[in-house]
């Protein structure tokens, strides 16, 4: 079965600083990629995700890298602000049979004022 | 609108005795998740729903996990027989559209999940 591997488990940043969370996945078959942030107390919630006909995708202060050669995937947060503060999960989605995510052990992401 | 609720938020039980979790997803939404959540841990996926028809079940850790959805909106896991190791946080999550495989690329929307604890 798939297996998301997550680094780091915790990062400490400045706000202002960038943040850069790093996974990689071992199914091949894997397509889909999804960036979940979950803040105390609540479910995780969809950030950005990126599909696999697509190396970099971006939203305002949030970008998403893959590279399928590699099966890493990355998030990269700019200008970072004390309410990123929160727990960050990729997961990968498998591209054959019944579709289900397996998700990364996630990244406590601390940003300092 | 409402986002998806889960109830009790908290459980404990005692060692042997059954738990029944319910979620309510959001209203519309066809498919159905249910994730298992260790403290530190990201979701592990045990079993999916499209409607009222449980298609994945293949992450259940054994027969005394089942889940249902009868009516194909709200959903009950149930463990029966609990075991300490069975403490966690239970999260569903649900989906606008149906899951029949292959790529999904559906957004799933996460509940607050229920804390189960098990002395």
């Known amino acids: 079965g798939e297996n998301v591997e997550q680094h780091p488990s915790t990062l400490s940043v400045q706000e202002g600083d960038s943040a850069v969370i790093k996974c990689t996945y071992s199914?091949?078959?894997?397509?889909?990629f999804p960036w979940y942030k979950q803040e105390l107390g609540k479910g995780p919630q969809l950030i950005i995700d990126?599909?696999?006909?697509?190396g970099e995708k971006k939203d305002q202060r949030i970008a998403v890298t893959l590279n399928k050669t590699a099966k890493h995937f990355s998030l990269h947060i700019t200008e970072t602000q004390p309410e990123d503060s929160a727990v960050y999960f990729c997961a990968a989605e498998r591209n054959s049979g019944y579709s289900t995510l397996t998700f990364g052990k996630g990244t406590m992401l601390l940003v300092s004022p | 609108g409402a986002g998806v609720s889960q109830s009790p938020r908290y459980k404990v039980t005692k060692r042997g005795q059954d738990v029944a979790l319910r979620c309510d997803p959001i209203s519309g939404h066809v498919s159905l998740y249910w994730y298992r959540q260790a403290l530190g841990q990201g979701p592990e996926f045990l079993t999916y729903?499209?409607?009222?028809?449980?298609?994945?079940k293949s992450g259940l850790p054994n027969d005394r996990f089942s889940a249902e959805r009868p009516e194909g909106s709200i959903s009950t896991l149930t463990i029966q027989r609990t075991e300490q190791r069975d403490s966690a946080m239970y999260r569903c999550?649900?989906?606008?559209?149906?899951?029949?495989?292959?790529?999904?690329?559906?957004?799933?929307?996460f509940g607050p999940g229920t804390r189960l604890t098990v002395l």
């Open positions: 999550a649900s989906s606008p559209t149906p899951n029949f495989g292959g790529l999904s690329y559906n957004e799933q929307f």
């Open positions: 199914d091949s078959a894997s397509n889909y």
């Open positions: 990126i599909r696999s006909n697509v």
């Open positions: 729903f499209n409607y009222e028809a449980q298609q994945d």
